[in-house]
Structure formats: structure tokens, C-alpha cells
Nanobody
Framework: QVQLAESGGGLVQPGGSLRLSCAASGRIFSIGAMGWYRQAPGKERDLVASISLAGSTNYADSVKGRFTISRDNAKNTMYLQMNSLTPEDTAVYYC???????????????WGQGTLVTVSS
């Protein structure tokens, strides 16, 4: 099994910044793409940003220019730097990894438990 642990969420004022981390552990043979998703109350879970193994990135239009996704493959860790936060960014943020546990396994999606980000004055 692959465990994903998010950290770094919390309460921040509008215009502020937060940095989320996602650490992967457990039985990991390899990790491919990783991503951050978020789910606001009463809404569906949406992609925020993704990053390939090689470092290619993709962002939702709503966060372009404000959020930066990165990863440290040696540490099996992914980050999301969030700047210029607005109340609309309030949501539970989930870490996702496309990974396999053994060389014989197929890649599948793994999810963290989520970390709450609240942007409010």
C-alpha cells in the first residue's frame, strides 16, 4: 500500500500564503504523475495542479500565476506553494499519486486524507 500524508493546511487571511506538502510512504516501487485536488463544501473534487515525473506541470485556470507545484523525487514528496490566497481557495486539499507497489503491479491512483485550507479574515 501507498500512504500519502498531507500537511501545511490551516487558516490564512486573504492575500496570504501557505505551502502544502505531501509525503508518500509505504510499499512504493515507483511514482508517476502526482497532483493536488481540492473540494469545497457542496462542490466536486477538482484538479488544482499536477506534475509529471519529469517535472512538467499543469494548473487549473483559477490558480495560474498564484500556485506553484513541485516535487522532490528522491524524497517522494510533493509541494504546493499557494500565494495571493482568496476565500474562493477555501477547500480540503487532497494529494494524489499515480503509483505502483511492485514491478509486477499496475499503476493506480492513491489518495491522501486531505488537509483543510481556510482563507478568511
Amino acid at each position: 500500500q501507498v500512504q500519502l500524508a498531507e500537511s501545511g493546511g490551516g487558516l490564512v487571511q486573504p492575500g496570504g500564503s501557505l505551502r502544502l506538502s505531501c509525503a508518500a510512504s509505504g510499499r512504493i516501487f515507483s511514482i508517476g504523475a502526482m497532483g493536488w485536488y481540492r473540494q469545497a463544501p457542496g462542490k466536486e473534487r477538482d484538479l488544482v495542479a499536477s506534475i509529471s515525473l519529469a517535472g512538467s506541470t499543469n494548473y487549473a485556470d483559477s490558480v495560474k500565476g498564484r500556485f506553484t507545484i513541485s516535487r522532490d523525487n528522491a524524497k517522494n514528496t510533493m509541494y504546493l506553494q499557494m500565494n495571493s490566497l482568496t476565500p474562493e481557495d477555501t477547500a480540503v486539499y487532497y494529494c494524489n499519486a499515480f503509483a505502483r507497489t511492485t514491478i509486477m503491479d499496475t499503476y493506480r491512483d492513491w489518495w491522501g486524507q486531505g488537509t483543510l485550507v481556510t482563507v478568511s479574515s
